[in-house]
């Protein structure tokens, strides 16, 4: 029978072998890989009507198929999202058709959202891959698949292609992305300190490492921020380990920190738990001042001043969800941030 599809954008789905019990599951097994459809972006082509069998549209996902059925999927033209493109300079680490990596600057917000609606790395993305984005999830946008916060600098991968974006945030789910930090703390976190040694969630491991491995969720009187907890939000991981420490007596450190998972605020939140708070941080730093007398009242004062958490994403790797190659970026500390480590070093 012909297809009633007019959409040139078709795709046709042999279901294969003991297909599972329900239409979704089986397209998620059988859809061809370079589509990049996910299993919930198939249930939304579901609903809305654009999945065919012999001529009439399946609307139950739980609906039964056969071995041996073709089943076509049709998908529209990405639509034009709201966000408007403008033109922000970024820096372009990486790019092909499939993905982009940015080294985001400090200051600039990832996403639109109610109190920042322009002027984001989306609206710049736009602008700059403008015809290159092939759709995610039917609109023409960029895929975020993680975000680094708005006064953290560093590195930052986007999707063009739904299959990228699927490879991404399946790698991301899974943890299996590398990802490494930089950051100038408080103090200098010491594996002789009796305080970290009886500190829940923090032991060292070889090589003077600190792993700090507790439960973040939302703070349970201030929703703007994250916490430790005893009970309930999600299970984070990070090592930490001293690059370089600063003052006589050391008062200070540069640290490289380690993501095991991706928890909001994650690095800000553990190395406020442990008592290393990130150098500049409004919201986990407190009040906290470095000593004059470690560190001279230049330093100190330089500190102090610091505009924004000093934190930067510094390395970032990955598998190419289309091609399989093995990909890693690093990106260099920021000038801010070298100008603080370079005070702070006397």
């Not at 041996?68 to 033109?87: F, N, Q, Y």
């Not at 090589?207 to 309930?232: E, F, K, M, P, Y």
């Not at 289309?322 to 990106?331: I, M, S």
Request: aromatic fraction near 4%; charged fraction near 20%.
């Amino acid at each position: 029978m012909s297809s009633p599809l007019s959409s040139p954008r078709r795709i046709a789905v042999l279901i294969g072998p003991a297909p599972p019990g329900r239409l979704d599951k089986a397209l998620a097994r059988d859809v061809p890989e370079e589509a990049g459809l996910t299993r919930s972006r198939l249930a939304k082509l579901i609903a809305a009507g654009a999945v065919w069998r012999n001529g009439a549209a399946l609307t139950d996902a739980r609906a039964k198929v056969a071995e041996g059925e073709e089943i076509e999927i049709e998908l529209a033209e990405p639509v034009e999202i709201r966000t408007a493109p403008e033109d922000i300079p970024l820096s372009v680490v990486y790019e092909d058709d499939a993905l982009i990596v940015i080294d985001k600057p400090a200051g600039l917000v990832v996403h639109p959202a109610p109190g920042s609606p322009s002027g984001t790395l989306v609206n710049a993305l736009l602008a700059h891959c403008g015809d290159s984005l092939a759709g995610i999830g039917g609109e023409r946008r960029p895929g975020i698949v993680h975000r680094i916060d708005k006064d953290t600098s560093g590195l930052l991968v986007a999707a063009k292609t739904d299959k990228a974006h699927a490879g991404l945030a399946a790698q991301f789910a899974a943890h299996t992305v590398e990802r490494q930090y930089t950051a100038l703390v408080h103090g200098v976190p010491d594996a002789a300190d009796p305080r970290l040694n009886g500190l829940a969630g923090a032991s060292f491991e070889t090589g003077g490492v600190l792993r700090i491995a507790t439960r973040i969720g939302r703070h349970r009187t201030d929703r703007q921020r994250q916490a430790v907890l005893a009970a309930g939000g999600r299970h984070a991981v990070t090592r930490v380990r001293v690059v370089a420490p600063f003052g006589t007596p050391p008062a200070a450190a540069l640290v490289a920190c380690w993501l095991e998972t991706g928890r909001t605020h994650q690095i800000r939140v553990h190395m406020a738990h442990v008592g290393h708070a990130l150098i500049g941080d409004p919201v986990y730093g407190g009040r906290r001042r470095l000593s004059e007398k470690a560190l001279g009242p230049a330093a100190a004062a330089a500190a102090a001043a610091f505009p924004r958490q000093a934190l930067h994403a510094a390395t970032l790797g990955f598998v190419h969800p289309e091609t399989g190659e093995t990909l890693r970026f690093a990106a260099p500390l920021p000038a801010d941030m070298q100008e603080l480590a370079r005070i702070l070093g006397g």
